[in-house]
Nanobody, 115 residues
Framework: QVQLVESGGGLVQTGGSLRLSCTASTSIFSIRPMGWYRQAPGKQRDFIADITSSDNTNYADSVKGRFTISRDNAKNTVYLQMNSLKPEDTAVYYC?????????WGQGTQVTVSS
């Protein structure tokens, strides 16, 4: 069983920045992809970004150029740097660890962007 612990959410004004962190309790962190998703109230959970073991990255169009995903394999941690935040970025943010057999999700961290 893989445990994911997220942190870094909070309340920020429009145009501000936040950095989310997600630490995974697994020995195979460095060789597996990691991703970030978000879910706004009443909406489905949407893909934001992911990163492979080779540091290849993909982003949703809605965050491209504003958000950056990165990973530190020595710390078993993936980050999401969020800049130029907008009210529509308000959501619960989840990290995902893609295991060999199944995916694991964090508990989520709330990000609220005030206008």
């Amino acid at each position: 069983q893989v445990q994911l612990v997220e942190s870094g959410g909070g309340l920020v004004q429009t145009g501000g920045s936040l950095r989310l962190s997600c630490t995974a309790s697994t020995s195979i962190f460095s060789i597996r992809p990691m991703g970030w998703y978000r879910q706004a109230p009443g909406k489905q959970r949407d893909f934001i970004a992911d990163i492979t073991s080779s540091d290849n990255t993909n982003y949703a169009d809605s965050v491209k150029g504003r958000f950056t995903i990165s990973r530190d394999n020595a710390k078993n941690t993936v980050y999401l740097q969020m800049n130029s935040l907008k009210p529509e970025d308000t959501a619960v943010y989840y990290c995902k660890f893609s295991g060999r057999i199944r995916d694991y999700w964090g508990q989520g961290t709330q990000v609220t962007v005030s206008s």
